[in-house]
């Protein structure tokens, strides 16, 4: 901004001067000067400099770059500042609302997860919520362990014992939510099918990505 005030103040000196040096020409030469052409010049070259600015001050306030706006205020002088009045954004706020509306999604994501988990369950969603955050805290004293990968070769060498009898039952937690798995049905590349205990102690099958699962344990 410093820059651009010196800038500025240059260039309005050299106008003055500029117009000075014509008066004094005109007046040796004997040609009489109309005042009123001569305050048209400065209200003109006012009104000029005066669009660069309101332009660069828009720029500079909304995070844009201040002497490349002021350049194009004076090539189009006035037009330029009442179109970018309007028409120009925050640097950076569209890049932090989508980034907000990504947020809210996958908030929104989990809220869903965790009552239709509640719900199959049997269970409201802050209790839920309150087992997947006592098994975080497992978790997180267990951190110096190795950690367990969750994925498909994990669970096929779980889901059966010694006997070849389906295995069970399991306590996992994934993102907010715990449930018992009674059985594993099928791991699939993505996610691994489970039948997992619902309403009243009856089952029901749900489908668990890999991704997701922070505990998995005998219960």
Not at 64 to 77: E, K, N, R, T, Y
Not at 91 to 118: H, I, L, M, W
Not at 160 to 185: T, Y
């Amino acid at each position: 901004m410093v820059l651009l005030r010196d800038i500025l103040l240059g260039l309005w000196q050299s106008l003055l001067g500029l117009i000075g040096y014509f008066s004094e020409q005109t007046q040796a030469a004997g040609i009489a000067v109309d005042p009123l052409l001569i305050v048209a010049m400065v209200l003109a070259l006012t009104l000029w400099l005066g669009s660069g600015c309101w332009a660069s001050s828009i720029a500079s306030s909304r995070r844009h770059s201040a002497a490349l706006h002021f350049i194009l205020g004076l090539a189009v002088p006035w037009v330029y500042p009442l179109v970018i009045v309007f028409a120009m954004d925050i640097k950076g706020a569209r890049a932090r609302q989508r980034q907000q509306r990504d947020a809210a999604a996958r908030d929104a994501a989990k809220d869903d997860e965790r009552r239709r988990v509640a719900e199959m369950v049997g269970r409201e969603p802050a209790a839920a919520a309150a087992g997947a955050e006592a098994a975080a805290g497992d978790l997180d004293a267990d951190a110096d362990d190795e950690p367990q990968v969750f994925d498909k070769a994990y669970f096929e060498s779980i889901a059966r014992d010694d006997q070849g009898n389906p295995a069970g039952p399991w306590r996992v937690v994934f993102g907010d939510n715990e449930v018992k798995v009674l059985r594993i049905l099928e791991p699939l590349p993505e996610v691994v099918s489970v039948e997992i205990a619902g309403r009243a102690g009856a089952p029901a099958k749900f489908r668990i990505p890999y991704a997701r699962i922070t505990v998995c344990e005998p219960c």
